[in-house]
């Protein structure tokens, strides 16, 4: 069974500009969480999705946004990037919400 | 609100001697814990839980971990650990009842094992 794929692997972008990162659950999963990655404040819970709904959202501004389509697949968006927004973006797929969750490899975002 | 404290950032440890890497959490709720483990650049893999049950679990590579509720500590240990076990190590937890899709992390412990 294939695991949690996350596209693209590396990101290089420049400030203002905006970024869309894809995450692909496994097969049968249907909730789907992010997390943001970084060295200074660790790992952080961005979003939660489950059948196309949003369920919990961290504290995160609002130029940080997602969306979860019909196949499961989720997307997040960040726009106007800032140097902060430097991280590995981790995507986590589960069967539903109470389940455990499974992480994918990471999409690494660089904003020069 | 959810929050962990890993208390050592960096353990460095020989090989076979044992570890034990230091979890306490604080909650207004009960919780479900957890121990994650990521290799460099790769994700997180799940490396133990506790939902309910009995306090002790156990991991199938040889770690254990303890929930103690009075001390709100959930502590990951080994009796021997191996090179392959250098890793960073995440201690996790949710509300019990809410959603496992929305943890809270610690900052992470690296575990470093020289020969």
């Known amino acids: 069974k294939a695991g949690v794929t996350q596209t693209p692997r590396y990101l290089i972008k420049t400030r203002g500009q905006q970024v869309t990162l894809s995450c692909s659950p496994i097969s049968g999963h249907r909730s789907v969480s992010w997390y943001q990655q970084t060295p200074g404040q660790g790992l952080q819970f961005l979003f939660e999705?489950?059948?196309?709904?949003?369920?919990n959202k961290g504290n995160f501004p609002g130029r940080f946004s997602g969306r979860q389509f019909s196949n499961s697949r989720s997307e997040m968006n960040v726009s106007t990037l800032e140097l902060g927004d430097s991280a590995l973006y981790l995507c986590?797929?589960?069967?539903?919400?109470?389940?455990?969750?499974?992480f994918g490899p990471g999409t690494r975002l660089t904003v020069l | 609100a959810q929050s962990v404290t890993q208390l050592d950032s960096q353990v460095p440890v020989f090989e076979e001697a044992p570890v034990e890497l230091r979890c306490n959490y604080s909650?207004?709720?009960?919780?479900?814990l957890f121990w994650y483990v990521q290799y460099p650049n790769q994700g997180l893999q799940l490396l133990l839980k506790y939902l309910s049950g009995s306090t002790l679990v156990e991991s199938i590579n040889g770690f254990e971990a303890e929930f103690n509720k009075s001390q709100t500590s959930f502590h990951l240990r080994k009796p021997s650990v191996h090179i392959s076990d250098t890793a960073e190590y995440f201690c996790a937890v949710s509300a019990m009842g809410g959603s496992q899709g929305n943890l809270i992390f610690g900052k992470g412990t690296k575990l470093s094992v020289k020969p």
């Open positions: 909650s207004s709720v009960s919780v479900y």
């Open positions: 999705y489950f059948s196309e709904t949003q369920r």
């Open positions: 986590a797929s589960s069967l539903d919400p109470t389940a455990e969750q499974f």
